[in-house]
DNA sequence: TTGAAAGCGCTACCAA
DNA sequence: TTGGTAGCGCTTTCAA
């Protein structure tokens, strides 16, 4: 049996209230008591019962809300996931967890869905947010009022969120662009393709694997091409680009449309002779895995990102112990057909 | 606030003995009352509250141990890092858990701290086993005492032990294949290296390399060698082998001796020309990804398999759950220069 | 079959 | 500055 705080009070004849103020300092204790105490707690190695602390703390009631935006997409799917594992966890340990889906990338959404969970009594929100003006205001604002706020998936930088927790796009880019050098020692021709022109998160992975390929005079570049996330547009880029560009030996698609990708390669006859590289690890990507439509599917544990920012919050509000860093960069995981769970075999 | 069994009682008129009772059926309930709770308990989606019923298991005190074999390896260093995580954490929880260290892989020297272990007290182990008679015997006879045994890293299949934590070698060979076939689509000479002709894991990698690489014609396979997880020996097979077939492409090293493959290398000045794909992340390993010694690491989350049996152990014998699987993969992590905190540009 | 009560380790409150 | 005590939610024991 490991050592209580009883035992430490009847080692110093003191009681257990004396105790837990003197390891705590809670003040109100004579010094002399104090070191008493203290040392005997050193000689016996106690370290507190983390189960009796979390009993108590179990009398205050907390509330954590979550919002997901994009919540149609597979990836958000799993994020959502994650997040409902976590609220299961925390209900068992007497928190309340609720959690709202926003369609698209939406700010003025988010925002009506801060304000409700507010007045539901939220003390605490994991966000997905976006940077723009109005939301960092709002999480400035809930900061003042004590209400912390933990993005995931995708940061607000410029606010005073707690932390943040998601891939490190600008790395994830140069990951990609070491397989690419990897694949391609001889060189040959590249396509990259972005979503959004105004979205951060494929910004940053285009800017890594650009630079990631500087220097790197046999693979040839082509300027990159912003397909808006859909497959018909991402179809349309890489049938036009295989028609002038026979050659073509790689496609990067930093966003999402790897289908629309996938296809047209299929289309021009050239499965096998172009190489892909995605994002996220989810069913349909799994899919194109096996297939072999895909060579590379870079992944940013969706699961994990849902996960996390409520442990954080947890531990913030119940504990009262602040997140060790402002970023929490999930691991980039290189997937494949043979360790993704895509093939069975 | 969530709801507790106190409310129950109270509302189907009974003291929580009963609800207790009632819901975990521990018979000794009226049929007519218990259907009452369990309805209430049902309508308020009653969960018991998890930190609750922990505390009532402080109670009984429990100890594991836990056994390294290889222990003066970087690689069995993560392991035991995150052993002594997991222990920190069940210590917090009124656990003790004690962790030993085997120089090599030796069975005799395992059982001699199982004896230890059991004499202190322990009433669960986490051991890095062999499959050895000897072993397989042990094991077994803790399982008729009850002392229920999670092997980590390296399996006891024929035991009956609770379940094994650690890699899935075959797929990883498969993994290792992959990359081999998308770096040389062109065909290539390729030299696998294992370490003992008698180490299953080194077997099973190198067996799901060659089935992973059956059909490819181009790809031209050397016999394997063994080089007994020496660098000496793995740098003279390398050399030979360069100096033999100055157009080898890669190779591939299912043990340790990495760096006597990436020695010779240098020393026949073929730096950048022959890839290399080696397991486990630990420092060393990092420095040769961070120099382009190494194309591809890959992993099998080392620390995840030092935490994971002693809270598959806890679970089993505090909350009285048993394991939903028997086998325990870790996840295959392919890692490159730009995804292994290698590179920190 | 049921209820009442003790107690797990800790914190918080009130009285001394 | 201290000690005593109540109580967090649950399980278990003992008595009715």
Redesign the interface.
Known sequence: ??VTSQQIAELAGVSRGTVDRALHNRGRVNPEVAARVLKIAEELGY??????R??VR?KQ?FRLGVILQSAETPTMQDVAAGARQAAEEL??????VELREVQGRDSCKVLRQIDELLDWGAGGLAIASNNTADLVRRIDQLHEQGVPVVTFNTDAPDSRRLCFVGMDNY??G??A???IR??L?GGGLVLPIAGHVNNGAHISRLRGFLD?LEGERDIRLLPYQPCFDRDDYAHEITQHTLQENPSLACVYIASNGQRGVCRAIEDERKKGRV?VIAYDLNEPNRQLLRSGDL??VLDQMACEQGRRPLQILYHFLVDRTAPEKELFYT?????????SGADE?
């Open positions: 049996m490991a370290r507190p019962n983390s189960i009796g979390a009993l179990t009631s209900r068992a340990q007497g928190l309340e790395r994830a140069r990951t662009a070491g397989l990897q694949m020692p990631g190489r060579s590379f691991d980039i995981l290189i997937r494949t057909r043979y360790n075999t």
